[in-house]
């Protein structure tokens, strides 16, 4: 992208900043306004960067080719479409990240039995999985899928299992949900899907209910979050 906006600091697309309109046009420039196919651009340099409107419009009018072919790939290549909210979320990840990058992803996926339906359900739901690494996604799916045996069908529904981190969160609390499901201690225990989503204060609250059951419940958690923070 540096070599495609070489009149435009990188580092610029990556963090919020106010930079001068100046630099892109003069009071004696006649008007730049976006067209239908750079809206989208337009709309994300504005809500997700910190760009002013003229100083996003001139920006996507640098490089309009590159830009259009970003939105192409996203719509048609990774299903997602325009109308969805999630639209601007996988224009970020390939913005980014190269499509080599993001197919590579995809061949994590297919390497534990993904189809290509279901990862492109995945993609459309949480666009996240685009933009992260190779070694967050092995992680990931060797935990939820060899540990604990979870299916795609069932994964690609579980959105936040993919923005959630798997070292301070998600096993955390699933160390106490089989302690839980041990002691058969509660008759409808809740999922790992939900209790991730529980905030902490909601969590100590739910392990708080079983304490005179299990009195070390509270502090095997706590432990499992304090190991968490050595890794």
């Known amino acids: 992208m540096f070599k495609i906006l070489h009149t435009i600091p990188f580092s610029c697309l990556r963090s919020p900043f106010r930079y ?22 337009v709309d994300y340099l504005i809500d997700s960067l910190g760009f002013h409107e003229d100083e996003a419009v001139a920006v996507s009018s640098k490089a309009p080719d590159f830009f259009e072919s970003k939105l192409q790939y996203v719509e048609g290549k990774l299903g997602i479409s325009r109308d969805s909210s999630n639209f601007i979320h996988g224009l970020a990840a390939a913005l980014y990240r190269s499509e080599s990058d993001i197919e590579n992803n995809v061949q994590i996926f297919r390497s534990f039995g993904w189809s290509n339906l279901e990862i492109a359900t995945l993609f459309k739901a949480q666009p996240y999985c685009l933009s992260k690494s190779e070694a967050y996604i092995s992680d990931k799916l060797n935990f939820f899928m060899k540990e604990l045996k979870y299916t795609p ?17 998600i096993k955390p609390r699933n160390e106490v949900l089989k302690i839980l499901k041990e002691k058969e201690k509660v008759k409808d225990t809740p999922s790992l899907g939900t209790i991730v989503n529980y905030s902490e204060l909601t969590f100590l609250s739910f392990l708080q209910r079983f304490e005179s059951h299990i009195p070390s419940l509270c502090e095997t958690y706590k432990n499992s979050l304090r190991d968490s923070k050595t890794k």
Request: hydrophobic share 30%; net charge positive.
């Open 20 to 41: 001068s309109t100046t630099s892109f046009s003069s009071s004696s420039s006649p008007k730049i306004t976006a067209t239908p196919s750079t809206r989208f651009i």
């Open 153 to 169: 069908c069932y994964l690609m529904g579980r959105t936040s299992f993919w923005t959630l981190s798997l070292e301070k969160r």
